[in-house]
């Protein structure tokens, strides 16, 4: 995967996982459960019309970025160095996540949808990421 398609390859391989849902095993119901968040919490936006809730976006595109990283050097890190750095990552994001779930505590039904789809998206980023900086494809 390169730099550039990392950013709809991402996308579309977390819906192609959603899509097959429990025949894939755990690797498929994360997304198929962060899909299912996320279209709830796309009718509960409408609902609620709340702007603060477009921050949600900021952990979505970190998810992007991190494998739009790993791509741009892929096979170029060892195991243990691939646990910090997605460890890390993961840290970030349910910090995030979880501030911006306090944030938007008055409408709390969309955001704790929106929270569960960007961990379920961080989840799948991560596990695409630790493929591509090990260099090891399923």
Do not use: K
């Amino acid at each position: 995967m390169t730099a550039l398609s990392a950013l709809w390859g991402l996308p579309l391989l977390y819906g192609d996982a959603a899509r097959v849902g429990f025949a894939a095993g755990l690797i498929g119901v994360v997304p198929l459960r962060g899909a299912i968040a996320l279209a709830v919490a796309l009718l509960l936006l409408f609902r609620w019309r709340s702007r603060r809730l477009w921050w949600f976006i900021a952990p979505f595109a970190t998810s992007e970025l991190l494998v739009v990283a790993a791509s741009a050097v892929p096979g170029s890190m060892r195991s243990n160095a691939i646990g910090v750095v997605l460890l890390a990552f993961v840290a970030v994001q349910v910090a995030s996540c979880a501030w911006l779930f306090w944030h938007n505590r008055r409408v709390w039904q969309p955001a704790a949808f929106f929270a569960l789809f960007n961990l379920s998206y961080a989840a799948f980023a991560v596990f695409i990421a630790s493929m591509t900086l090990s260099g090891d494809w399923l």
